[in-house]
């Protein structure tokens, strides 16, 4: 299965340079990281990966702030149950 049929990505109006940051987008969705992103596109510097990619990062961003709490939230019930402490 090809990128394009996997992601069901329209390749009608799609320029080569519209697959690039596309292909860019779905790692950095998928969590790969975006110096990695970088160096498969060749960038010499994560910076212009960054920029170019920025709207994708920012959601990232947004995304994972609710992570931390999500963890926390999990520790306070694995330490109540552990050590039958209340959670405040």
Do not use: W
Not at 5 to 11: G, K, M, V
Request: with cysteine.
């Amino acid at each position: 299965m090809t990128s394009q049929e996997r992601f069901e990505l329209p390749t009608d109006n799609l320029s080569v340079h519209g697959f690039r940051y596309t292909h860019a987008s779905i790692l950095l969705y998928e969590g790969v990281n975006v110096s990695y992103v970088s160096s498969r596109l060749g960038h010499g510097e994560v910076e212009t990966t960054f920029n170019n990619c920025i709207h994708v990062i920012k959601e990232l961003e947004e995304r994972d702030q609710i992570k931390p709490a999500d963890i926390f939230e999990k520790m306070k019930e694995t330490c109540s149950k552990l050590f039958g402490v209340q959670n405040n």
